[in-house]
């Protein structure tokens, strides 16, 4: 049986190792931190995540779905605050769809409890340094050494084996795209009589152009809240509203309504760390035959789709799916067999969803207060409702099935035209003319549908 070992135990290594292990390999995950289910709450990151039909599909694939959904809050559209306090509500998709806000320390907690029940050997404070990919050996920052038939890298975005497999293989091109953005996490708790201090089944985006605030809601009805804003340059930017007194100017002036309900926006302002979004591109994530990065040691995104450890997820689901079709032996011919044409696939996706999420920053930071903007969303949504077999928005294809992200980013290029075209000479979506609709999606949609054989059917968990 081949031993594999896996470095990084993030969300996608510990769902990874839990995978590996039920289909039969053995096991071992070495961690950077210290256990997370023995840290305080402090040590953990308290990001929010969007959880939604990918990553929903790969824990299914194990059977943890439904517990999964347990610790997390739904959440079914996107409430926009105007910068003198209008709301406007947009669903995501139908009303019986939605995503889910989960923890993700909450999240790698239980992964990891699973995959330890399952069998899998949990190492903490491990740091990988560096690797010997001819003898198959793994250091580690103690001097441990340690061998491997088949490593997987799942380290995130800084990954160490990625850089040492670069060094090394110097035909295996990897980069980092930094936005000008950068991102602080903050929090808005209950109210004094312990309700929550916004709706709860919302995601709350306060646009402001270059930069915004939003939030995601706990399960107790707090909300975690994330600042995006430029890291440099001009007065709008971290490194110019540094002091207590700039953040409350900056918080005042923009974003009133939200400052009313966080007594501690300043000090968590002035303290937090000031995190950094990148794209990783790689350009092979399989090298060796014995050496494969997964998650975002090999596809980080920016996260204005909420998509990164979905599309993480994803990998694994992939991989399930593969090793189930052989019904052999777990060995490591096998999962080479698998992982071969598997990557490649899947960089085509992730490239897609790279591009897509970038984009998305554009939409929600500038666009989801603009008129036109919020016109074209209900012309779509009035789409979905009245062909639900023949028109699915991007954010629909992505979010709530499971087409893969190539077929939605052209299809979504295919969809813009269409839009536009319908668009063109309306100022209310109840002018819509149906017939003139459906006969544009014939033209626009239905020749890619039906040539890719696309459903457009949601993904449910049974
Ligand atoms: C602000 C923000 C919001 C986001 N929102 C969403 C969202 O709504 N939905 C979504 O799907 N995605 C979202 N993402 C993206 C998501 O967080 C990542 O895609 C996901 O965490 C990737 O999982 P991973 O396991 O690949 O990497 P990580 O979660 O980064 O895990 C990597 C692990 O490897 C460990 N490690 C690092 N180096 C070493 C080493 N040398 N040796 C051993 N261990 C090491 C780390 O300690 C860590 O535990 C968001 C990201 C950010 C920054």
Same mark, same amino acid.
């Given at each position: ?227 995006? #804003?430029?890291?440099?340059?001009? %007065?709008?930017?971290? $490194?110019?509203?540094?002091? *207590?007194?700039? +953040?409350?100017?900056? &918080? =005042? ?85 698998? #992982?071969?044409?598997?990557?490649? %696939?899947?960089?085509? $996706?992730?490239?897609?969803? *790279?591009?897509? +999420?970038?984009?998305? &920053? =554009? ?100």
């Amino acid at each position: 049986m081949s031993k594999i070992v896996i470095t990084g135990g993030g969300l996608v290594g510990s769902l990874l190792a839990l995978s590996l292990k039920r289909c039969g390999f053995s096991v071992s995950l070495f961690e950077k931190r210290s256990d997370p289910r023995l840290a305080s709450a402090q040590e953990g990151r308290s990001i929010n995540l969007i959880i939604t039909s990918r990553g929903l599909n790969a824990l299914q694939k194990v059977g943890l779905a439904a517990d999964a959904l347990k610790l997390a809050v739904p959440v079914y559209g996107r409430m926009m605050h105007s910068i003198t306090g209008e709301l406007t509500y947009q669903a995501y998709g139908r009303p019986d769809e939605c995503n889910y806000s989960i923890s993700r320390a909450e999240l790698n907690c239980f992964l990891l409890d699973r995959a330890q029940k399952a069998g899998v050997e949990l190492h903490f404070s491990k740091t990988t340094e560096s690797v010997d990919f001819d003898k198959r050996e793994l250091v580690f920052s103690d001097g441990q050494r340690l061998n491997y038939d088949f490593l997987f890298a799942t380290e995130g975005t800084g990954s160490r084996v990625r850089e040492e497999l670069c060094r090394v293989r110097p035909d295996i091109k990897s980069s980092i795209d930094f936005l000008s953005a950068g991102y602080k996490e903050l929090t808005m708790p209950l109210l004094s009589d312990g309700s929550a201090a916004l709706q709860k089944e919302a995601l709350h985006i306060w646009p402001r152009g270059q930069h915004m605030l939003m939030a995601l809601p706990n399960r107790d009805g707090s909300f975690t809240m994330t600042l995006y #804003l430029p890291h440099k340059g001009g %007065e709008l930017s971290f $490194d110019s509203i540094q002091t *207590a007194n700039e +953040a409350r100017d900056y &918080f =005042t002036r923009f974003y009133p309504d939200a400052l009313e309900l966080m007594p501690n926006a300043i000090d968590e302002y002035t303290k937090n760390m000031e995190g950094k979004l990148g794209t990783v591109r790689l350009s092979q994530w399989l090298a060796f035959d014995s050496v494969c990065l997964l998650g975002d040691a090999s596809h980080g995104i920016v996260p204005f789709f909420g998509q990164g450890m979905n599309s993480g997820f994803e990998d694994v689901a992939a991989i399930l799916d593969r090793l189930d079709q052989h019904h052999t032996d777990p060995t490591h011919a096998k999962l080479i067999a698998v #992982l071969a044409p598997l990557v490649r %696939e899947r960089k085509v $996706d992730t490239d897609a969803i *790279a591009d897509m +999420a970038i984009e998305n &920053f =554009t939409e929600m930071s500038e666009k989801v207060g603009d008129q036109d903007f919020l016109l074209r969303k209900k012309v779509e949504s009035k789409l979905e409702e009245h062909f639900p077999h023949d028109y699915r928005s991007r954010y629909g294809m992505i979010t709530y099935t499971l087409i893969p992200y190539h077929h939605a980013y052209e299809l979504g290029l295919l969809q813009n035209k269409l839009l536009d075209e319908l668009c063109n000479s309306l100022d209310s979506v109840e002018k819509l003319d149906l017939e003139q609709a459906k006969q544009a999606i014939e033209r626009w949609v239905t020749p890619y549908k039906t040539r890719h054989q696309l459903c457009f059917k949601r993904f449910t968990i049974s």
